[in-house]
Nanobody, 124 residues
Framework: QVQLVESGGVLVQSRGSLRPSCVAPGRSFREYSFAWFRHAPGKEREFVAAIRYNSATYHADPVKGRFSISRDNAKNTVYLEMNTLDLEDTAIYYC??????????????????WGRGTQVTVSS
């Protein structure tokens, strides 16, 4: 398993940008796929984006064209570039790691390593 530490969540104005990051120390970083999920008050946790060990990326429909997931294997870090933020993006964002097959990338139950989350709040 890997330990995950998210950072970069802050209060930002609507239509602003943010880039939370997730650090996963350890030699096995390159072997893992990573995903971002979010949990907003009163809603279920939902998939946001994933990046496989080979850097193939997948994004949920609500964030396509606005968010972009990336990874830097040299820094053991995964990023979530968030642009044109709106109120609906307010949530705790969690980083997750695992080795899912492509068809299971969007399932939170597949990931066995989770960070504690970082709060993103979008204000009007």
């Amino acid at each position: 398993q890997v330990q995950l530490v998210e950072s970069g969540g802050v209060l930002v104005q609507s239509r602003g940008s943010l880039r939370p990051s997730c650090v996963a120390p350890g030699r096995s970083f390159r072997e893992y796929s990573f995903a971002w999920f979010r949990h907003a008050p009163g809603k279920e946790r939902e998939f946001v984006a994933a990046i496989r060990y080979n850097s193939a990326t997948y994004h949920a429909d609500p964030v396509k064209g606005r968010f972009s997931i990336s990874r830097d294997n040299a820094k053991n870090t995964v990023y979530l570039e968030m642009n044109t933020l709106d109120l609906e993006d307010t949530a705790i964002y969690y980083c997750a790691a695992g080795r899912p097959i492509v068809s299971a990338l969007r399932l939170s139950s597949i990931y066995n390593c989770w960070g504690r989350g970082t709060q993103v709040t979008v204000s009007s």
